[in-house]
């Protein structure tokens, strides 16, 4: 289905169109979800609070200013619904683990990832990102799934815009930290396997 | 290696691409639609036609009508015995023989004062259909809660 652009739609309902909402509903929902599910971790609440931001989104819209982009605003409104929802239920998001990172340098990034095959690599950052904070976890999904700027980001998640890009480095360590872990030890059982063969002939 | 930043990693940005967004279950559109639209609706179909002053007269009357009716003309509590004795059992037994005569004395009533019984039916009437309108029977049954295009 193709779209047409968020303030097409937003003045088709100031003009009193109401039904246009449903454009932007289907424009946005699959990345509403995806913020609430990285946060809640479960598909019933991550589609009740995608549904009520939404909802508040829609009986909002006349202080929305156009400085913003819409997306920016509702992803805002979403992500810090599911933040409240976790904080309510005593799940404290997980701070970043700065003993793994740090031992870690931006050097050590080994070329050996881009050796192997790019189902093994999505493979790979499928198991990584699973290490990931639910925060870590949505920047990193908006900034390289989503596209969405440094600037975005910052007003999604009231972080600094600086604060954002410490954090985006420090995650695209920690994400090829864990890869090449994974990798490491993948070898490691192949090894043992070809060894075990050969042992075994 | 060591040019590459989280800007421009193209690996990462390429692995990201192809991972799929996670989608709501079916209908999820239509259910905010729903939520959105149908206050809406409710508003504009209800217009409501009786201002709260005319709601307080039409009550005022409909309360007044059966006192004057029963309490002035008719005398209806005279005749309740208050004591338990032969003569006023007597009177109680008098009283229950009486009653089909009532009936028929309120028919007479019912004919004599019809109009007063049609605006007290039509006023009955008119806030019952207002309150299903507002779709809040109970809040709405007296007339002080009715105002306006108040959305409940």
């Given at each position: 289905?193709?779209?047409?652009?968020d303030?097409?739609?937003?003045?088709q309902?100031?003009?009193?169109?109401?039904?246009?909402?449903?454009?932007?509903?289907?424009?946005?929902?699959?990345?509403?979800?995806?913020?609430?599910?990285?946060?809640?971790?479960?598909?019933?609440?991550?589609?009740?609070?995608?549904?009520?931001?939404?909802?508040?989104?829609?009986?909002?819209?006349?202080?929305?200013?156009?400085?913003?982009k819409?997306?920016?605003?509702?992803?805002?409104?979403?992500?810090?619904?599911?933040?409240?929802?976790?904080r309510?239920?005593?799940?404290?998001?997980?701070?970043?683990?700065?003993?793994?990172?740090n031992?870690?340098?931006?050097?050590?990034?080994?070329?050996?990832?881009?050796?192997?095959?790019?189902p093994d690599q999505?493979?790979?950052?499928?198991?990584?990102?699973?290490?990931?904070?639910?925060?870590?976890?949505?920047?990193?999904?908006?900034?390289?799934?989503?596209?969405?700027?440094?600037?975005?980001?910052?007003?999604?998640?009231?972080?600094?815009?600086?604060?954002?890009?410490?954090?985006?480095?420090?995650?695209?360590?920690?994400?090829?930290?864990?890869?090449?872990?994974?990798?490491?030890?993948?070898?490691?059982?192949?090894?043992?396997?070809?060894?075990?063969?050969?042992?075994t002939? | 290696?060591?040019?590459?930043?989280?800007?421009?990693?193209?690996?990462l940005?390429?692995?990201?691409?192809?991972?799929?967004?996670?989608?709501?279950?079916?209908?999820?559109?239509?259910?905010?639609?729903?939520?959105?639209?149908?206050?809406?609706?409710?508003?504009?179909?209800?217009?409501?036609?009786?201002?709260?002053?005319?709601?307080?007269?039409?009550?005022?009357?409909?309360?007044?009508?059966?006192?004057?009716?029963f309490?002035?003309?008719?005398?209806?509590?005279d005749?309740?015995?208050?004591?338990?004795?032969?003569?006023?059992?007597?009177?109680?037994?008098?009283?229950?023989?009486?009653?089909?005569?009532?009936?028929?004395?309120?028919?007479?009533?019912?004919?004599?004062?019809?109009?007063?019984?049609?605006?007290?039916?039509?006023?009955?009437?008119?806030?019952?259909?207002?309150?299903?309108?507002?779709?809040?029977?109970?809040?709405?049954?007296?007339?002080?809660?009715?105002?306006?295009?108040?959305?409940?």
């Amino acid at each position: 289905m193709k779209f047409e652009t968020d303030i097409f739609y937003l003045q088709q309902i100031t003009s009193g169109n109401a039904r246009a909402y449903a454009f932007l509903v289907e424009k946005h929902k699959e990345m509403v979800f995806s913020i609430a599910l990285k946060i809640v971790h479960n598909r019933e609440d991550a589609e009740e609070i995608a549904q009520d931001a939404f909802v508040k989104a829609y009986q909002s819209l006349s202080g929305f200013k156009n400085e913003a982009k819409f997306s920016t605003w509702l992803y805002r409104i979403v992500y810090n619904s599911a933040i409240s929802k976790v904080r309510k239920k005593k799940l404290e998001l997980s701070p970043l683990d700065d003993s793994t990172i740090n031992n870690y340098s931006d050097d050590t990034i080994d070329s050996n990832l881009f050796l192997i095959d790019e189902p093994d690599q999505f493979e790979l950052l499928q198991k990584a990102l699973q290490c990931l904070s639910e925060e870590e976890n949505v920047i990193v999904s908006l900034f390289y799934q989503n596209d969405n700027s440094i600037e975005d980001i910052s007003a999604i998640t009231n972080l600094t815009v600086a604060n954002v890009k410490v954090k985006l480095h420090r995650i695209r360590k920690k994400l090829y930290s864990e890869m090449q872990k994974m990798m490491t030890s993948l070898e490691h059982s192949e090894l043992n396997q070809a060894y075990f063969k050969e042992v075994t002939r | 290696m060591k040019n590459i930043s989280y800007q421009n990693d193209e690996l990462l940005k390429r692995l990201f691409k192809k991972i799929s967004p996670e989608s709501p279950s079916a209908g999820f559109s239509e259910r905010i639609m729903d939520l959105i639209i149908q206050p809406e609706i409710d508003m504009s179909a209800h217009q409501q036609t009786i201002n709260k002053l005319l709601w307080t007269i039409i009550a005022s009357i409909a309360l007044l009508i059966p006192v004057l009716f029963f309490l002035l003309d008719w005398s209806f509590f005279d005749l309740i015995p208050f004591s338990i004795s032969a003569e006023t059992f007597n009177h109680f037994i008098v009283f229950l023989s009486k009653i089909p005569d009532y009936f028929s004395s309120v028919l007479m009533g019912l004919k004599q004062y019809s109009w007063f019984f049609a605006i007290l039916a039509a006023g009955i009437g008119l806030l019952f259909i207002d309150s299903l309108l507002n779709k809040s029977l109970i809040r709405n049954i007296f007339p002080f809660t009715l105002s306006g295009h108040e959305v409940k």
